[in-house]
């Protein structure tokens, strides 16, 4: 895999070259239902999710509440990290269901105006993930046949994974951050087309 590095993170190449856009009329959210645990978390999440959790309540599908009672706001995985808990070991226990597609109720209150935090920055981010490497932050693509359909419109759109996740990535990052990862795939692209021309003469 070929990574760059911007600051204290290393990113792969796939985020500027590979196209996604999300197609939830396709993929009916399933990200937020199958997997073998929730989604990553960090503690500052949970603590925000419980400071909120009155506005939170309402957005619940049945049983959630009463899971969230047992379990806590967030668990800890077989890996050892920190991640949302499920609902009966199936789907994140956040999620809600809209006309048959799974839709997250912290989003939604945020959406609502109801609290100041959109979901955890992982779910906003998906499909590309974060993860420590050392003293460094791994930012990959996290590829999923869920996604599939996502890959495929955005490839359709031509919509590049790192533009379609701007506002994520500049919420987690900053936007200098952002600013420079404009700059190498401009740059990238540039190269590319340089070397298509070099090949058709």
């Known amino acids: 895999m070929e ?4 600051g204290n993170t290393v990113v792969s190449r796939d985020i500027i070259e590979k196209r996604f856009a999300c197609d939830l009329a396709m993929c009916k959210g399933n990200c937020c239902v ?3 645990a929730g989604a990553p978390i960090e503690k500052e999440e949970a603590a925000l999710i419980e400071k909120h959790f009155d506005d939170i309540r309402p957005y619940l599908q049945p049983g959630a509440e009463e899971s ?3 379990q806590g706001f967030a668990v800890t995985d077989d890996d050892g ?4 808990p499920l609902l009966e070991g199936r789907e994140c226990v956040y999620c809600y ?8 109720a912290i989003e939604k209150a945020y959406l609502d105006k109801k609290i100041p935090f959109r979901k955890p920055v992982s779910c906003w981010l998906y499909p590309v993930r974060v993860s420590r490497l050392n003293a460094l932050h791994a930012v990959v693509l996290h590829r999923w046949n869920i996604c599939q359909p996502g890959y495929i419109k955005g490839e359709n759109e031509g919509t590049p994974v790192f533009r379609y ?3 994520p990535l500049v919420a987690r990052f900053g936007q200098s951050w952002y600013d420079e990862l404009e700059q190498i795939a401009a740059e990238w692209e540039l190269q590319k087309q340089q070397e298509q021309a070099n090949c058709t003469k």
């Not at 990574?3 to 911007?6: R, T, V």
């Not at 990290?81 to 949302?84: A, D, I, K, Q």
């Not at 269901?97 to 997250?104: H, L, P």
């Open 81 to 84: 990290e920190l991640v949302t």
């Open 165 to 167: 996740l701007k506002e």
């Open 68 to 70: 969230i009672q047992k």
């Open 3 to 6: 990574m760059f590095q911007i």
């Open 34 to 36: 199958y997997g073998d």
């Open 97 to 104: 269901y809209d006309r048959g597609i799974a839709r997250c």
